[in-house]
């Protein structure tokens, strides 16, 4: 198969090539002949699980249809090379090493998602270090016995005069406490086995739910035609119950939302504005659908405590796996302007425009003193044509913009200083505030 | 729950100054009462943090040392308590295992004199209570 033209353009040669109609196609992977044609025209980008059912629709690998180098392993690429400090020049070079060197280029990524992932464990297993209370009174018993063992034995070594009462008790002090640090560290040791032996088990229900929402790229074919009644399979692998209670609580409201605005409503749709009669109004809703069944769109959902409840991450723009996101975002400018609809054109550091639409609302009430939460959602979906647009980033943490004044924390990527002026406040275009 | 320590470790000085060692963890408080004795300091230990503000009405000691995990009350509470009660300035060391951030944080806007973290050497606990007195006793004169 050629490896020229769009992803949509491939698809439809390979579709020809085999003699299947685009309806029979379409209705083999789940979506409706005229998204297809969407598609096959590249009126609206494609990737990750619907592209994957369309390559084994047409018996060919899914690398064959897409683009020939993908955005999402050249981002990851330039990822991997600024956590190593290579400079932008050689940064420049990752489509290069992408299109000459695939297969090593994606083993780089690879073990840039693995040292990532190393990492997250550690901080994970630190942050449990911290709250977890049997793990800290596990530590606790650990380090009084050591306490005990150590002052113990400096009494019987450094006190050669001892009696002989005093030195008898000591001994048996030390036997006793020599014993119980054994048990001791036994236990600490056994304890972190198990947290290793059970995978995920270091992750936080929400971590875990995180996995899970993105393995699946937060759509649930289930879902969208069985409603709720689908969702205890689909969490029955979640093996903390935890776990399994916040992803069904989340694939519940998925499946309301659904019942309220079904996925070939929002896959004839071109954007938002299309969607909003027929939601009521709820631009949340919309914003909710559209971000769980358009693979080309990313969505966040925040609380007011600026929480990412909900991140679904799209090619180009990153979303934080720890902390907040970026103050700059629209969400953030919603939460202070509850119930207003939002739309707003941004730019990533690496240039790259995207819009934003964002709302949030409150939550329902039951009774006139009951308590109530704010909620924000925001839609991303890549701008069409370059325009004026508000500079924001992916988050602190993994921002390079360089004397931004809403930066909290410092950008842990080694590059960030190469790019002095990127990001600078300074270009914020007046009418974008 | 509270005992005067036999001095069969033999004190080393004429007038002994006052320690009180509240501690819920028997051999500890064996092993740095033994320490404390042969430096010439009068030892009581007591065990119960419920109760321990009483013990330190009836000791009246020139130093407190005080472990932060204690059956009945924490140690954080005891030395507020301490502070805002009749013995503002009564030296007070914290001894804990939980050797974090937070802990030393929360020992020192509560008002403690020093902060230990377990497993310590025998002579920097000594010396740490010893600067204590001296530090107290110069402030006295």
């Known amino acids: 198969m050629a490896k020229s033209g769009s992803t949509g353009s491939r698809i439809r040669e390979r579709r020809l090539a085999l003699g299947i109609r685009q309806a029979h196609l379409a209705d083999q992977v789940g979506i409706s002949a005229s998204y297809l044609n969407l598609i096959e025209h590249d009126k609206r980008p494609i990737g990750g699980r619907l ?4 390559a084994e629709s047409l018996s060919v690998d899914q690398s064959a249809l897409s683009s020939e180098v993908s955005e999402g392993l050249l981002d990851a690429l330039r990822g991997a090379g600024a956590a190593h400090d290579l400079d932008a020049e050689a940064l420049g070079t990752a489509a290069d090493l992408a299109r000459r060197n695939p297969g090593w280029a994606r083993v780089i990524v690879r073990q840039g998602e693995t040292i990532e992932a190393q990492a997250r464990t550690i901080e994970a297993l630190a942050d449990r270090l911290t709250h977890d209370p049997a793990l800290a009174e596990a530590m606790h018993e650990l380090l009084s016995t050591v306490s005990v063992v150590r002052s113990t034995a400096s009494i019987l070594a450094q006190t050669p005069e001892i009696d002989a009462n005093w030195m008898g008790r000591f001994h048996a002090n030390l036997d006793a406490d020599s014993r119980r640090l054994a048990d001791g560290a036994e236990a600490v040791v056994s304890y972190l086995d198990s947290a290793v032996a059970g995978g995920g088990d270091h992750l936080t229900p929400a971590e875990v739910v995180a996995r899970f929402l993105d393995a699946n790229q937060h ?71 559209l971000g769980v069944i358009d693979p080309a769109r990313g969505l966040v959902v925040t609380d007011a405590a600026g929480a990412l409840l909900r991140r679904k991450p799209v090619e180009g723009f990153p979303l934080p796996i720890v902390g907040a996101g970026c103050p700059l975002w629209p969400l953030y400018q919603a939460l202070s302007q509850p119930g207003r609809a939002i739309v707003q054109t941004i730019e990533m550091p690496d240039g790259a425009q995207w819009v934003a639409h964002a709302v949030a609302a409150p939550s329902a009430v039951t009774r006139f003193d009951g308590v109530q939460t704010l909620r924000a959602t925001m839609l991303l979906a890549r701008a069409a044509r370059p325009g004026v647009a508000f500079p924001v980033g992916p988050g602190c943490r993994v921002c390079p913009r360089k004397d931004c004044v809403a930066r909290r924390e410092p950008s842990v990527l080694p590059g960030a200083e190469q790019m002095e002026g990127a990001g600078s406040m300074t270009k914020v275009p007046q009418q974008a505030l | 729950m509270t005992h005067d320590v036999a001095s ?16 819920d963890e028997a051999n500890i408080a064996t092993a740095i009462a033994f320490i404390l004795q042969r430096e010439g300091w009068r030892v009581s230990t007591h065990s119960d943090g419920a109760t321990a503000l009483e013990a330190v009405d009836r000791h009246a000691p020139d130093v407190v040392v005080l472990d932060v995990m204690l ?50 050497s025998n002579r920097d606990l000594v010396d740490a209570i010893d600067a204590l007195a001296t530090a107290r006793a110069s402030a006295g004169e």
């Open chain 2, 71 to 120: 059956p009945g009350k924490s140690g954080f509470d005891i030395l507020g308590a301490i502070r805002d009660g009749r013995r503002p300035d009564l030296p007070v060391l914290m001894l804990t295992a939980k050797g974090q951030t937070k802990d030393r944080e929360r020992a020192e806007a509560l008002g403690a004199s020093r902060f230990m973290t377990k497993p310590f």
């Open chain 2, 8 to 23: 069969s470790a033999e004190p080393a000085a004429d007038t002994p100054r006052r320690v009180l060692l509240i501690e």
């Open chain 1, 219 to 289: 759509s649930f074919d289930a879902v969208e035609e069985q409603g709720a009644a689908a969702i205890p399979d689909l969490v029955a692998d979640l093996t903390d119950p935890r776990a399994r209670r916040l992803a069904t609580a989340i694939l519940e409201a998925d499946a309301q939302d659904a019942k309220r605005l079904p996925r070939d409503v929002v896959e004839a749709a071109t954007g938002p504005d299309d969607l909003l009669a027929v939601a009521g109004g709820d631009a949340a809703l919309v914003l909710r659908r």
């Open chain 1, 51 to 54: 592209l994957g059912r369309l």
